[in-house]
């Protein structure tokens, strides 16, 4: 089989100054792609900055012959995230690829977390992907092509001790990345969340040291790589990817319960196992197919 390249397409790479960013700005310049490698050059909870994370990725990028920019601009301000996609223009000429990938921690136990600790993570992670995905959109639009990979995580999807921050960021990211694929669909824009687990600094005191290698942030990026080439068909999925294996996560409806006329309290606990039935479930590909159902019940 042919090898996937990406000659001609130009990228953006929030947060590729370390970790999986980095990674990804180095496969897509590896295989011919131009690079905006943006960071912010913080610590792992986003104090500080630095152009230096940046510059060092741009720098091993065009030491292996590749092309890449670096920008060290916040994707939590309007003006950051316009600059970032300003930086592709007058460095490139366009964009094609967007990868929302900067990210910050400030776990704290929610008993204990702060409004800032709060506002601080979906600043990063929720609003600077709608801003960067939304300076780029209408280039995008006005090409009739782009893809988009938001990074989620599994603490968004299925909950995490410490981080009600993090977890909301993150399953917000789901929402968006939806509606981003039914609101691209005509103008061949594709969007897909990956919700990785890697070894990086912002885990390296999570997950086991043992695992470092077996989870390095090469078995995540492959995965991002594909999402956004222009073979991929694949729009509003969200996939887990993690030392090699990759899971299509699914947003999934049970069969349900349901009566006609008057619902009664009774009714619910009567009927609590059967409202609670996982199978058969389905997995609706919009809000039209997920009230199917509903409109089954009412006319039957
Ligand atoms: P990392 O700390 O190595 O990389 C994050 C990068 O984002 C850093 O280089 C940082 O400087 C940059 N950044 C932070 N705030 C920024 C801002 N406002 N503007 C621009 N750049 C900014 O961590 P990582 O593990 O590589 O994380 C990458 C992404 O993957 C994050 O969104 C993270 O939440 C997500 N994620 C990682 C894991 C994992 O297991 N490593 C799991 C789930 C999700």
Same mark, same amino acid.
């Given at each position: 089989?042919?090898?996937?390249?990406?000659?001609?397409?130009?990228?953006?790479?929030?947060?590729?100054?370390?970790?999986?960013?980095?990674? *990804?700005?180095?496969?897509?310049?590896?295989?011919?792609?131009?690079?905006?490698?943006?960071?912010?050059?913080?610590?792992?909870?986003?104090?500080?900055?630095? !152009?230096?994370?940046?510059?060092?990725?741009?720098?091993?990028?065009?030491?292996?012959?590749?092309?890449?920019?670096?920008?060290?601009? &916040?994707?939590?301000?309007?003006?950051?995230? =316009?600059?970032?996609? =300003?930086?592709?223009?007058?460095?490139?000429?366009?964009?094609?690829?967007?990868?929302?990938?900067?990210?910050?921690?400030?776990?704290?136990?929610?008993?204990?977390?702060?409004?800032?600790?709060?506002?601080?993570?979906?600043?990063?992670?929720?609003?600077?992907?709608?801003?960067?995905?939304?300076?780029?959109?209408?280039?995008?639009?006005?090409?009739?092509?782009?893809?988009?990979?938001?990074?989620?995580?599994? !603490?968004?999807?299925?909950?995490?001790?410490?981080?009600?921050?993090?977890?909301?960021?993150?399953?917000?990211?789901?929402?968006?990345?939806?509606?981003?694929? *039914?609101?691209?669909?005509?103008?061949?824009?594709?969007?897909?969340?990956?919700?990785?687990?890697?070894?990086?600094?912002?885990?390296?005191?999570?997950?086991?040291?043992?695992?470092?290698?077996?989870?390095?942030?090469?078995?995540?990026?492959?995965?991002?790589?594909?999402?956004?080439?222009?073979? &991929?068909?694949?729009?509003?999925?969200?996939?887990?990817?993690?030392?090699?294996?990759?899971?299509?996560?699914?947003?999934?409806?049970?069969?349900?319960?349901?009566?006609?006329?008057?619902?009664?309290?009774?009714?619910?606990?009567?009927?609590?196992?059967?409202?609670?039935?996982?199978?058969?479930?389905?997995?609706?590909?919009?809000?039209?197919?997920?009230?199917?159902?509903?409109?089954?019940?009412?006319?039957?």
């Amino acid at each position: 089989m042919s090898e996937l390249r990406y000659e001609g397409r130009v990228a953006i790479v929030t947060g590729a100054g370390h970790g999986l960013g980095r990674q *990804h700005a180095l496969e897509l310049a590896g295989r011919g792609a131009k690079v905006v490698v943006n960071d912010l050059g913080g610590d792992r909870s986003g104090a500080g900055a630095s !152009a230096g994370p940046a510059q060092d990725v741009v720098e091993e990028i065009k030491k292996n012959g590749g092309e890449a920019v670096a920008n060290p601009d &916040n994707v939590a301000t309007v003006e950051g995230a =316009q600059a970032i996609v =300003q930086t592709a223009l007058d460095a490139f000429g366009k964009i094609d690829i967007v990868v929302n990938n900067a990210g910050i921690l400030r776990d704290r136990s929610f008993k204990n977390m702060t409004p800032e600790e709060f506002d601080g993570v979906i600043a990063v992670h929720l609003r600077g992907s709608f801003l960067v995905a939304s300076a780029a959109w209408a280039h995008l639009r006005e090409q009739g092509y782009g893809r988009i990979v938001n990074t989620s995580s599994p !603490a968004g999807l299925f909950g995490n001790f410490g981080q009600a921050n993090y977890s909301t960021a993150k399953m917000g990211l789901v929402g968006f990345t939806k509606t981003l694929a *039914h609101e691209g669909r005509k103008y061949g824009i594709k969007a897909n969340a990956i919700a990785p687990v890697a070894w990086t600094r912002m885990t390296e005191d999570l997950l086991p040291a043992a695992n470092a290698d077996a989870l390095g942030v090469d078995k995540v990026t492959p995965l991002v790589a594909y999402l956004v080439h222009e073979s &991929n068909e694949a729009s509003g999925e969200v996939y887990t990817v993690g030392g090699g294996r990759v899971a299509r996560i699914l947003v999934a409806e049970g069969p349900g319960w349901g009566k006609k006329g008057d619902l009664s309290v009774e009714d619910i606990r009567d009927n609590w196992e059967a409202i609670n039935a996982a199978e058969p479930h389905t997995v609706p590909a919009n809000v039209g197919e997920q009230m199917g159902p509903l409109i089954q019940h009412l006319g039957s």
